[in-house]
C-alpha cells in the first residue's frame, strides 16, 4: 500500500456544485496532515492544515479520520478558480522525517 | 522577503552535461528540499537538509548531489545529465522538516530541465 493514495481524477464538476476529495494514509503514526494546491505548471502552496476536530475555511472543509486513516477535503460552491490540482500530504511521524504527497486530484470546474 | 527562489527557469542541457540547479531562501528556515515532478508520478523527494552541513538522501537520489554550506542556499548537481532526469524542479524550505501542524512548505516557482 502507497503511504499517501488520491483518486487522480479528474473530477469535472459544474460550478456552484459540491465536490469532495478522500486522500488515505498507511502510517498511523503520522502526524501532521495538509492539503496543498497546485495549479497548471505552478508550484504547490498551502491551502489549509488539518485539524483532528475538523476545520473549515471559507468554502473549504477538512476533516482527519485517524481510525480509518483518511482525510477529505469538501469544496462547497465550487468556482471557476478552483480549477487545480489538490495535493494531500502527510507528515510519517515527528521530528526531521519529510513530508510525503499525495500524487494529487485533479479538478476542473465547468461555467 | 523574496521567498523561495530558484534559477534558471528553464534549462536545455545534452546528455552527459552537468549544471546545478540553483535555491535560495531568505526566510531562516533550516529545513529545506529538491522535488521533482513528472507527469502522473507526483512529487518525489531528491534530497533534503534539515540545516547547514547536514544532508540526506529522499526516494531518488540517484544522478544527483547536493550541499548546504549556507542556511539560506541548497544547490542541486547534476552530475551527467540523462533524458530520464528531464522534469520539473522544485525546492521548497520550512522552519523545520515536521515540526508541528502549523508547518508550511513554501516552494520555489520552479525549474523547467529538458535533456536531450
New interface residues.
Given amino acids: 500500500r502507497k503511504e499517501v493514495e488520491q483518486d ?1 481524477g479528474p473530477f469535472n464538476v459544474p460550478e456552484g456544485a459540491t465536490v469532495a476529495f478522500n486522500c488515505t494514509y498507511s502510517n498511523s503514526a503520522s ?3 495538509f492539503w ?1 494546491r497546485q495549479d497548471c505548471r ?5 491551502l489549509m ?1 488539518v ?1 483532528s476536530s475538523g476545520n473549515e475555511d471559507g468554502r473549504f472543509t477538512a476533516q482527519l479520520n485517524r481510525a480509518s486513516q483518511y482525510i477529505s477535503l469538501l469544496i462547497r460552491d465550487s468556482k471557476l478558480s478552483d480549477s487545480a490540482t489538490y ?1 494531500c ?1 502527510v ?9 510525503v ?4 486530484t485533479r479538478l476542473s470546474v465547468i461555467a | 522577503n523574496a521567498g523561495v527562489t530558484q534559477t534558471p527557469k528553464f534549462q536545455v542541457l545534452k546528455t552527459g552535461q552537468s549544471m546545478t540547479l540553483q535555491c535560495a531562501q531568505d526566510m531562516n528556515h533550516e ?1 529545506m ?1 529538491w ?1 521533482r515532478q513528472d507527469p ?4 518525489r ?1 531528491i534530497h ?1 537538509s ?1 540545516g547547514a552541513g547536514i544532508t540526506d538522501q ?1 526516494e531518488v537520489p540517484n544522478g544527483y548531489n547536493v550541499s548546504r554550506s549556507t542556511t539560506e542556499d541548497f544547490p542541486l548537481r547534476l552530475l551527467s545529465a540523462a533524458p530520464s532526469q528531464t522534469s520539473v524542479y ?1 525546492c521548497a524550505s520550512s522552519y ?10 513554501y ?4 525549474t523547467r530541465l529538458t535533456v536531450l
Fill in positions: 487522480p502526524q501532521s496532515f496543498y505552478k508550484e504547490p502552496k498551502l492544515s485539524y495535493l500530504v507528515t510519517p511521524n515527528s521530528g526531521n522525517t519529510p513530508l504527497f499525495g500524487k494529487g | 529545513y528540499s522535488y502522473g508520478m507526483g512529487l523527494l533534503y534539515v529522499g522544485f523545520s522538516a515536521a515540526g508541528g501542524i502549523t508547518d508550511t512548505q516552494f520555489g516557482p520552479g
